[in-house]
């Protein structure tokens, strides 16, 4: 079995990435900017926004960082957007959900621009997606697909189960997973709520991707031997060890788990490093402006 | 076994909308008027068009064919799209593939203004289809799900394998049959020329829903008794004893698969219909400006 350490290839990643920005710098191009709106004083996305913050310093990226109070109206926020839209030296922008139930989340991702979209959440960076053609990528599937690339994770021809069909995990991972590329060219199948047939399903999978958000869903008999085990689940557990007073579990039973699996990652340290480093590879692109002008 | 009447449904909904649109313009509304490009001379699409033409007729539209040659320039192309966007007549238009080598389709389908993409082709009409927004959704998959309705097939928690994954049939299916929706909410899998499994896939599926354009692909032994089988294959395959020198040759093995079925489209006179009348669907309710304003 082997642990896939999201945390050592997403610092390696950032790496290559601060190298290219000095390289960028050092031949009088411009730093990449990434500018991130953050709402209200919810504790997960104080902590999403502030790795954020630090790994666009590790990237060599300058960063802003855009505070609201809770009681925001919509019509500011949507003026800050407009305002990032149009200020030429922020290359991507995100706005960290989610949002007050007040503030139509919808209604702010279709307000940004797509170029600037890093997210990758608007309707034109999902389309293209699906038809194949570049775009932002939704950072957690691509972060995946990362990580099944340097772990040289074969994926043509094999059944891979994606357990959800979010619009930010579940069915971009879906289309990666399908497409014509490597990673990719797997055979996928969609489990979520409805789905009668989730542990047979499973049980013949040659990948899993967990991404439905309940702690220790997939349990060992779930899972045939040799499988790939993906655990996008990183639900908050109180665990009165921790001085946070919580602990982030998977929607995988790891340790009955683990020992079946050729490769599997573990939560903290695994899916979640390569979601931040995959915003960093889209403010990269962004900045260099290598998908859109 | 119950033979899935495309043929009656689609006239049925012919009417329907024919209905509608005489009360539109009776309370002093605007005919809803679809314009179509046909480049070329390619019998398939010629066949298509008039089809297309003939089902506005019938619905109480108003339609307009623009014709060009084969060795159309994609700037001249590109201006009657921009045209066609600009006229306040035109609710909707398409233009029918292929186009001829020298002319980029996607710059094509990317330079309609999506709100008038009543083919659902355009990257913003497909993003807002994987997230689950109003939007143009694209012909064959939307005629496909009418059927499911109409015959009132279940789907919720059942197990829909997609052969195929096609921009424009194979990936909308699959996103149109996992969606929180009825018909919807099934456990997709999407098979393709790289799945090792397919047959096995198709054995355990509940519905297949076969797209590869492969003649009599998918026989008996890959049904299970009492699936229910839609066929979208059209191959055009010689055939002396038709006046066109051909016939439309389905996916499915019909004769040795429909008793197994407990619903089946036959080929032609299944899907086929149902397509164009997506169509006219998207075009009614760009006339209405019921998604878009």
Redesign the interface.
């Known amino acids: 079995m082997t642990l896939i350490d999201g945390k050592a290839v997403s610092a390696q990643i950032k790496q290559e990435i601060a190298a290219e920005v000095e390289q960028i710098v050092a031949a009088g191009g411009k730093r990449p900017h990434l500018a991130a709106i953050l709402v209200g004083h919810d504790g997960g996305s104080e902590t999403y926004v502030a790795n954020k913050v630090k790994a666009c310093e590790a990237c060599g990226f300058k960063s802003s960082l855009i505070r609201y109070e809770a009681d925001v109206t919509e019509a500011e926020l949507l003026a800050k957007v407009e305002e990032l839209n149009q200020d030429a030296d922020v290359d991507g922008f995100i706005v960290q959900l989610p949002l007050p139930k007040h503030i139509s989340e919808?209604k702010v991702i279709e307000a940004i621009d797509y170029r600037k979209d890093v997210d990758g959440f608007?309707?034109?960076?999902?389309?293209?997606?699906?038809?194949?053609?570049p775009c932002y990528v939704s950072a957690t599937p691509n972060g995946i697909i990362e990580l099944l690339r340097r772990y040289n994770i074969e994926t043509?021809?094999?059944?891979c189960v994606v357990l959800g069909?979010s619009?930010i995990v579940g069915?971009?991972m879906?289309?990666l997973m399908?497409q014509?590329a490597n990673p990719g060219?797997?055979?996928?199948?969609?489990?979520?709520s409805?789905?009668?047939?989730?542990k047979k399903?499973c049980q013949?999978a040659d990948i899993i991707i967990a991404a439905i958000g309940k702690p220790n869903f997939v349990t060992a008999d779930m899972v045939k031997e040799g499988a790939v085990v993906i655990d996008v689940g990183t639900t908050r557990v109180p665990d009165a060890t921790k001085k946070s007073g919580f602990r982030l579990n998977g929607d995988v039973k790891f340790d009955e788990v683990a020992p079946k699996c050729s490769f599997i990652t573990p939560v903290p340290g695994g899916v979640g490093p390569m979601t931040i480093v995959s915003l960093m590879k889209n403010t990269l692109l962004a900045g260099k402006k290598a998908i859109y002008q």
């Open positions: 919808q608007h309707p034109i960076n999902v389309g293209r997606l699906a038809i194949g053609l043509s021809g094999k059944k069909r619009n069915k971009p879906a289309t399908m014509k060219d797997a055979t996928v199948t969609v489990c979520h409805h789905s009668r047939d989730l399903e013949e």
